[in-house]
């Protein structure tokens, strides 16, 4: 056998000390040095260090090849390995080569920025490093590129143009002689003595390191510092990690499976516990109401439908009294249950929930305790490269005393853990799951268990926002779960998500996070369903809000990288959906002239009158004392007692306050006046009001539909008596004062169509600051002027549901020249699209090449490594079908065809070759929820693993 020893393509700058490096190991090795000064050229660098690699390959003379530079102005970036290895080090230029790596490099940077770096082998060479040369001048505002001038006017042009131009030296605050023992010689350290003399710099000896040279010399594998390029792969550089890596050349015949873009997947083991659904129960627990509809799921047709107010202190009284309204026989025939609700939206806009600790493992040196302004939290050791390759394990004692401190001292009821690569790698999230359920038995959200998105630190915070609400959605659920058995219903439940997707109840109870935007995504495909339309807007009106989404192809868009929700960034994927304060319920007010609708919701005046004996004594106090409300009619609202106070530790004001409005509703003039008050803010009305314990009313569009004979439901006495009120201060005549505020909630809903519409091309906001803008929009509200009328006409139909819909929808949709769509059941389309939804799992493999010349599959436990990309494609894909099914069958579905989608990305260099970074499998399955018995506890275990 013939020894080859390693050959070095490098640098002349480095000659000095790769010898010296060689000599001390004892290590053979065949030199090529390229002239210093490439690093300005970065295409001549690539050109001639190519070559020098690919005749060495041709040559056989060597089993490796040892790269002398680094990143150097990406001059390295594309050169490719032919038959054998390459090795080349990780850093920015050969100054961190002499001082030992890039970490000593950056504490002189933080030392002295403006250093000018001098040794041995540059003084030699006559050549400085890119990190100190000054690349570019200025000529008045034209920008001069050294390397441009050089090619096109030579060299001496170019250096002459620079002496003249550049300044450079007034950027260096040091000189700095590198002392790297490879040549000793006083003139070296004189020369740099004399350069800081002469520029007034201060100067400075450093003792370099050459054990990254020999790192470097002796290099066979992949290290934080080295990088080890296999046969047929080419150098990349690595954005999100600044530093160098490896992928392989993509070329015909290297061993891609040959398969479809999409693959159907069957299943010869399908799940017996399943049933063919027929009679079907939806709830949409929304902000103002509670809607109810059993549905025939075989003839897809509605059977009975009941609404009723929602009872935001207890749930469950809304949904029975709605429940209270259905065919009671038809309900004992219900066989599936859909909930959807808009309560972990709410807890998290309200801050509501328990405390949880959050257990946290950053990547090594890129954490600050702001990074995530959250506590309690534990920074935990056990950390992953972002390929999911283990740098360090987890410490299983330390997990053990955190949480135990957590519990004792922060008194936290839930964990949160999340790690960086844990999507890729979840070993080490599910390992300290373990632990701290063996330690405390509390619940723990992992952060790969909600998101497959690598930004672990919006990992954290939704893992920690999961946490933190669930035993609101548990409450609910288990509630609803007692009102259905009293009803003799003992039907699966399942949730609608944000995206309109259903899981499981039990499910639900550990992902509650997931039902974020729950009631508009069930509006949205109970818009879709009951009208069958592919491209189309929907707007849901309800008390509260006006929801807008956009229908494209039967789609409707989902923010994949997660939704906000109450200023917080989550990784939960929800249908993008527009929402305005605007609904049945909203607010109406008289300030200073003018006339404001929401975004405030309170409860009708027509309804208070209808509910509260008490209510006209409260209307006839504000009659007699009208002319105190001519400048704001705010303090006209009137309080009314709904809940119970239990559990409030109550002040002596709110005392006094809830005291008064137990005997009859009083408006908050009264109630200044009984209680010897003079402002609202001292009536301390907050608590009372977040704990849902009394409810404020007011005039709302519900009253004025009342008033106008087109909504007959409570009290139009009362509420035409308030609005007699508004006319009088307002000087207008009730009819047109009714009429201008329709007319005012009809353009606020033509604006908010037309917003959706711009959602998708600009920032619609922009319609309220451009000048232009509004002038056109008033206009096109106007409908013309003597002069122009502007026109708009949307290509797609409306599709409105909501209770108060059909009253403002016709006339906002003839503005915007649209069809407008009011299906049959269109007041009760959100609990129609909660029961007619299906169960819908989504999630993704990623397969890499690793630095070995082998595949690495991102997102399963533990690293696995391939050496064929065949071997590595079929594991992927089996794994990903059965990770989905089992996910499926936990979600409540017995369907087992999976659809697998391939996604290559396969970039093409600037030579014309074709590099693999990854090919990323995508599966879907789509199923009816259809389990109706067998152990969930055991399904969402199963679906773990």
Not at 248 to 268: C, N, Q, T, Y
Not at 392 to 397: G, M, R, Y
Not at 564 to 574: D, L, M, P, Q
Not at 680 to 698: A, H, P, T, Y
């Amino acid at each position: 056998m013939i020894y080859k020893k390693p050959y070095v393509i490098a640098c002349a700058v480095l000659a000095l000390d790769i010898k010296y490096a060689a000599e001390k190991l004892g290590l053979e090795i065949g030199v090529k040095f390229l002239e210093g000064g490439l690093h300005d050229r970065p295409d001549l660098l690539r050109k001639k260090l190519q070559g020098a690699i690919d005749e060495l390959s041709a040559s056989g003379r060597c089993d490796r090849i040892v790269v002398g530079y680094g990143v150097c102005g990406r001059g390295t970036v594309d050169i490719q390995a032919r038959n054998i290895p390459l090795a080349i080090p990780k850093v920015h230029d050969c100054i961190a080569l002499f001082l030992g790596g890039d970490a000593a490099y950056r504490d002189e940077f933080k030392k002295y920025p403006g250093t000018y770096y001098i040794s041995a082998g540059w003084y030699e060479e006559k050549t400085e490093p890119l990190s100190q040369r000054k690349l570019s001048a200025y000529y008045g505002d034209e920008k001069l590129n050294y390397g441009e001038l050089v090619d096109k006017y030579g060299e001496k042009a170019a250096k002459e143009t620079f002496q003249f131009l550049s300044t450079w030296q007034k950027n260096y605050q040091r000189a700095a002689f590198i002392e790297t023992g490879a040549k000793l010689s006083p003139k070296y350290e004189e020369y740099a003595r004399e350069m800081a003399a002469e520029y007034k710099w201060k100067y400075e000896k450093i003792t370099g390191h050459r054990i990254l040279i020999e790192k470097l010399l002796t290099a066979n594998e992949t290290t934080d510092e080295i990088l080890v390029v296999a046969p047929n792969h080419v150098i990349e550089f690595d954005a999100l990690q600044s530093t160098l890596s490896a992928n392989p050349i993509w070329a015909a015949g290297s061993g891609r499976a040959d398969e479809p873009k999409i693959m159907i997947l069957e299943d010869d083991d399908p799940v017996k516990e399943s049933a063919n659904l027929k009679i079907g129960l939806g709830i949409d627990a929304g902000g103002t109401y509670t809607d109810t509809v059993i549905y025939d799921l075989s003839k897809g047709k509605t059977i009975c439908k009941s609404k009723a107010l929602t009872t935001k202190w207890d749930f469950t009284l809304g949904i029975g009294e709605a429940m209270a309204g259905l065919d009671q026989e038809k309900l004992g025939q219900v066989e599936m249950v859909s909930l959807s609700t808009t309560l972990a939206t709410n807890a998290i806009v309200e801050g509501e929930g328990q405390k949880v600790g959050m257990v946290i493992m950053p990547p090594y040196g890129r954490f600050e305790p702001e990074d995530i302004p959250y506590e309690p939290k534990a920074v935990i050791s056990g950390q992953l490269e972002i390929t999911g390759k283990e740098i360090s394990p987890v410490d299983e004692n330390e997990v053990r005393g955190i949480v135990r401190r957590m519990v004792a001292k922060d008194e936290v009821k839930a964990f949160a853990v999340s790690g960086y690569a844990g999507a890729i790698n979840p070993a080490h999230e599910l390992k300290i799951k373990r632990i701290i359920r063996e330690e405390t038995g509390l619940f723990v959200t992992c952060g790969h268990e909600l998101s497959d998105i690598l930004n672990f630190k919006t990992r954290a915070h939704t893992a920690m926002l999961n946490a933190r609400i669930i035993p609101k959605l548990a409450k609910l659920l288990l509630d609803l779960e007692k009102v259905l058995e009293k009803l003799g219903i003992f039907a699966p439940i399942v949730v609608v998500k944000g995206d309109g997707s259903l899981m499981s109840a039990e499910m639900a109870k550990e992902r509650p996070v997931e039902t974020i935007l729950s009631g508009p995504a069930a509006s949205v495909a109970g818009a879709r369903h009951l009208t069958g339309l592919k491209s189309a807007l929907v707007v849901d009106m309800g008390g509260t809000t006006t929801d807008t989404a956009a229908l494209s192809d039967g789609m409707v868009s989902v923010c994949a990288t997660g939704s906000k929700i109450g200023g917080h960034k989550t990784h939960v994927k929800a249908l993008e959906i527009r929402t305005a304060g605007l609904g049945g319920d909203s607010l109406i007010q008289w300030d200073k002239g003018r006339f404001y609708i929401g975004p405030r919701r309170v409860a009708p005046i027509a309804w208070l009158g209808a509910a509260y004996p008490g209510a006209d004594r409260a209307l006839k106090f504000l009659d007699m004392h009208l002319d105190r409300h001519t400048v704001t009619t705010k303090d006209m609202q009137i309080l009314a007692v709904t809940g119970s106070a239990d559990g409030l530790a109550l002040t002596p004001q709110e005392d006094k306050t809830l005291t008064l409005l137990k005997s009859r509703p009083f408006s908050i003039d009264e109630l200044i006046k009984r209680t010897g008050v003079l402002f609202e803010k001292s009536l301390k009305l907050e608590r009372l009001e977040d704990n849902f314990v009394i409810q404020r009313c007011g005039l709302t569009l519900t009253d004025l539909l009342h008033v106008a004979d087109r909504f007959d439901r409570w009290s139009k006495e009362s509420a035409e008596s308030y609005c007699r009120m508004f006319s009088r201060l307002t000087k207008m005549d009730i009819g047109e004062m009714i009429d201008y505020l329709l007319d005012m909630g009809v353009e606020r809903l033509t604006l908010e169509l037309l917003k959706r519409q711009l959602d998708e091309e600009t920032d619609p906001e922009a319609l309220h600051t451009c000048a232009v803008c509004r002038t056109l929009v008033e206009n096109l509200l106007a409908g013309g002027s003597d002069q122009y009328a502007v026109r708009i006409d949307l290509k797609r139909p409306v599709v409105g549901i909501g209770a108060p819909i059909h009253f403002f929808l016709p006339r906002a949709a003839e503005v915007l020249g649209a069809k407008a769509v009011l299906p049959e059941d269109a007041d009760v389309a959100n609990a129609i699209g909660a029961i007619t939804s299906n169960v819908v799992v989504k999630r993704h493999l990623r397969i890499i090449p690793n630095q070995e010349g082998g595949f690495l599959i991102e997102g399963l436990a533990g690293a696995r490594h391939f050496q064929k990309f065949n071997e590595a494609d079929a594991f992927a894909r089996e794994e990903l079908a059965r990770m989905v099914r089992n996910l499926a069958w936990a979600a409540g579905t017995s369907t087992r065809v999976v659809e697998l989608e391939t996604e290559d990305q396969i970039p093409t260099t600037a030579n014309g070759k074709q590099i693999f970074m990854g090919r990323i499998i995508h599966a879907k399955l789509t199923g009816q929820p259809d389990i109706v018995t067998g152990d969930t506890h055991y399904r969402l275990a199963a679906a773990a693993n």
